[in-house]
C-alpha cells in the first residue's frame, strides 16, 4: 500500500470507530460484557481476515495497516481493540506453521469473521519465564493428551479455539490447537479486572484433553521458536493498542480543556496546561513514528524487528500510561469520575505496559540487541 492507501484506510477505521465502536465503549466496560457489537462490525468490514494470507483465505494485509486498525479502534475502545488483536495472536501461529489439514479445519472457517481465538501461554509458575511453564503434551496413539492449566487467558469461556503452548519434551515446546467443545477442557472463574472490563479472563483448565494428533501446529519440538516469531508481531499490534488509547485520551483532553472554563477563561488558555497538552501530543507523534518503524521492520523482514517492537510495546505503552494520566489530571476532579471516557482509557492503559511481555522483559530484550 502506498501513503495514500493507508490514510484512506486510516480514515475508513475511524468512521467505523466512531460509529460503531465508541456509542458502546462506556456499556462494555460498565457492565464487562464481551463486545459482541464490535466483533459484528468487524465482520462488516472483513477486519479478522486482514492478517492473514491469501493462501489462507485471507486478505493478506501488512502489519503497518494492522497496526492501523488496532490504534483507530484503541482510540474509542481498548477492549474492542484487545479483542481483534487477540483473535490474531491466537490464529496466527496456526496460520503460519500449521499444516494444510489444520490450516483447512481452523483458520478458512475464521475468515468470515464468527470465531474467536485465544492465545495460552501464561501459567501460574510461568509468566515473564515461559520456559517455566508446567502444561505437557504427550502422544498417545494417533491423540495427543494435554494436562495442565493457563492463567490470564483472554477471552477464555467465549473462544472456539484455544492455541495452547505445553511441554513436549525436557527441552521441548510444542502449539497445540485446542476446540472449546474437546472433551478435558474446562475454565475457571472469570477475573474481576482494573480495566479491559468487557474482554473476559479466566483460567483455561487442562485435564487429559484428548486431540487428535494434526492438531500439533507444525514442529511439536518448534512451539517456543513459533511463539518467539509470533511475539515480535503481538508486540508491535500491543504497541498500536497502547497509541491508540493514548491519542484517544489527548482527543477528551483537548476537547474538555477548550470547553471549561475557569478564572474567566477556558482552560486552553493557560500555558501550564498548553504545556502539558504539547508534552502529551509529542509523546504520541515519537510512539507512532517508533511504532511504524517497527511495523515496517517486519513487513520488510528486518533483522532488527525483535528488538524494534519491543522497544515500540515499551515506549507506546509507557506513553500511553503517562498521557492517560494527564488526561485526567487536566479533566480535575471530573476526570476522576466514570462519565468521562479518560477514566477508562487510564485503567486499561494500565495493562499495555504488563500483558504480551511486561516493560521490564521488554528492556532486557533491547539491552540485550543494544550489546549484541
Ligand atoms: C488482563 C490480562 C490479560 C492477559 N492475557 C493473556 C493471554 O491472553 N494469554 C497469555 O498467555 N497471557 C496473558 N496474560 C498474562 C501476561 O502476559 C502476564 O501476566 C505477564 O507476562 C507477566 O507475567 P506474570 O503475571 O507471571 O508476572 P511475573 O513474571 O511474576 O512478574 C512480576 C514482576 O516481576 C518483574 N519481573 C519478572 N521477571 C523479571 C526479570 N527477569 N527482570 C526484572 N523484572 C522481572 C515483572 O516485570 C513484574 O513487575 C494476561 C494478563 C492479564 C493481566
Redesign the pocket.
Known sequence: MDAQSYEAFRASLRRLALERIEPHAAAYDREQRFPEESLEAFKEMGLVSLAFSEENGGQGGDVVSQAIALEELGRVCATSSLVLM?IW?GLGPVAKHGSQKLRAEVIRPAMAGNTVA?????EPA????LFGLKTRAEKTGNEWVLNGQ??????ATRSDWYTV?ARTGEKALGLFSVHKDDPGISFGNR?V?MG?RG?P?ADVILDNCRIPEHRAVGDSNKGYHYISDSLTWTRVLIAAQALGIAQGALDQAVKYTSEREQFGETLSRFQMIRGKIADMATGIEAGRALLYRAAGSIDNGESEARALASMAKLFCSDTAMRVTTDAVQLHGGAGYLADFPVERMMRDAK?TQ????????QR?IIAKHVYG
Not at 485465544?118 to 501464561?122: E, K, M, V
Not at 510461568?126 to 519465564?129: D, P, Q, R
Not at 500483558?355 to 522483559?361: A, D, K, L, Q, S
Open positions: 487477540v495472536a485465544s492465545i495460552c501461554l501464561t510461568g509468566g515473564s519465564n493457563k492463567r490470564f487467558i483472554t477471552h503452548l477475573e479486572k479491559i474482554s479472563t495493562i504488563i500483558y504480551e511481555g511486561v516493560n521490564e522483559i532486557l
